[in-house]
């Protein structure tokens, strides 16, 4: 509530202005998981509606129209999270409770499981963390952390998958291990392997479907794409930053089909 307080203000001064308005979609997304964690995923709870109507821009008639102000949006969504605190702050022994996802009374949300797929539980605190990181770093312009941070998240968890499927499967599978154009079989530790190659392999050994292809070439050498200095060769731009972050959340989506 206190970042979107500080979207409001700067969209109610500069309402185009770019910075605020990348960093404002993220910090919806974030209310909107929120918001599905508090209504149990269900979008017919009245908390999810609210999500839902707090976009839309109604007329004089009550009919909904299209051209809501970002501010307006923003201020809109605080109002939802303000009844959330409200009835959270009325659970009292459970009385009033109006939430399917929680049974305490506890104002605070629990922490967030987006990678409780990871077959390496040691790695999934550390995946959580750098994908708060990454969001962050997005959000205050530093595009290139935000791109590194994502691919190398997303890079973790196809290593996982990868090394929990094994090489013998990934070698009588459908798609060889790391087949490539010219028919050859990638050798040694799958952490070994490229960027690209684990990418393509986890393709072809069907475990995530097509949408690691639009991937910027930035990204995909983002690993070796550094001067001397360990800084960024080529310049990391915000739709560089922004695929990367959409690509993750499709792969996270292929690895864990239930979320």
């Given at each position: 509530?206190?970042r979107?307080r500080?979207?409001?203000d700067?969209l109610?001064?500069?309402?185009?202005?770019?910075?605020?308005?990348?960093?404002?979609?993220?910090?919806?997304e974030d209310?909107?998981?929120?918001?599905?964690q508090?209504?149990?995923?269900?979008?017919?709870?009245?908390?999810?509606?609210s999500?839902?109507?707090a976009f839309?821009?109604?007329s004089a008639a009550?009919?909904?129209v299209?051209?809501?102000a970002p501010?307006?949006?923003?201020?809109?969504?605080?109002?939802v999270?303000?009844?959330?605190v409200?009835t959270?702050?009325?659970?009292?022994?459970g009385?009033g409770?109006?939430?399917?996802a929680?049974s305490?009374?506890?104002?605070?949300a629990?922490?967030p499981?987006?990678?409780?797929?990871?077959?390496n539980?040691e790695l999934?605190?550390v995946?959580?963390?750098?994908?708060?990181?990454?969001?962050?770093?997005?959000?205050?312009g530093?595009?290139d952390?935000?791109?590194?941070?994502?691919?190398?998240?997303?890079?973790?968890?196809?290593?996982?998958?990868l090394e929990?499927?094994?090489?013998?499967?990934?070698?009588?599978?459908?798609?060889?291990?790391?087949q490539?154009?010219?028919?050859?079989?990638?050798?040694?530790?799958?952490?070994?392997?490229?960027?690209?190659?684990?990418?393509?392999t986890?393709?072809?050994?069907?475990?995530?479907?097509?949408?690691c292809?639009r991937?910027t070439?930035?990204?995909?050498?983002y690993?070796?794409?550094t001067?001397?200095?360990?800084?960024?060769?080529t310049t990391v731009?915000e739709?560089?930053a922004?695929?990367?972050g959409?690509?993750?959340h499709v792969?996270?989506?292929?690895?864990?089909?239930?979320?």
């Amino acid at each position: 509530m206190r970042r979107g307080r500080e979207f409001r203000d700067t969209l109610a001064t500069d309402p185009s202005n770019p910075s605020a308005i990348a960093a404002t979609r993220a910090w919806q997304e974030d209310c909107g998981v929120t918001v599905n964690q508090l209504s149990g995923g269900s979008k017919a709870h009245w908390l999810a509606r609210s999500f839902s109507e707090a976009f839309l821009m109604r007329s004089a008639a009550g009919h909904a129209v299209e051209g809501a102000a970002p501010a307006e949006i923003v201020q809109r969504l605080l109002g939802v999270l303000e009844q959330a605190v409200a009835t959270l702050s009325g659970m009292d022994g459970g009385k009033g409770s109006d939430f399917t996802a929680y049974s305490s009374a506890s104002s605070e949300a629990p922490p967030p499981r987006r990678f409780e797929f990871v077959h390496n539980p040691e790695l999934r605190p550390v995946l959580e963390q750098a994908y708060i990181d990454s969001r962050r770093a997005r959000e205050e312009g530093n595009y290139d952390l935000a791109l590194r941070t994502s691919c190398g998240i997303l890079e973790a968890i196809v290593t996982d998958a990868l090394e929990h499927k094994g090489l013998s499967a990934l070698a009588v599978s459908s798609a060889p291990a790391a087949q490539f154009a010219e028919g050859k079989i990638a050798e040694g530790k799958i952490a070994d392997w490229s960027f690209d190659t684990r990418l393509a392999t986890a393709e072809r050994a069907g475990l995530i479907r097509s949408g690691c292809a639009r991937l910027t070439a930035v990204a995909r050498t983002y690993r070796d794409d550094t001067d001397a200095d360990g800084g960024p060769k080529t310049t990391v731009s915000e739709r560089d930053a922004r695929v990367a972050g959409q690509v993750l959340h499709v792969v996270m989506r292929d690895l864990d089909p239930g979320r």
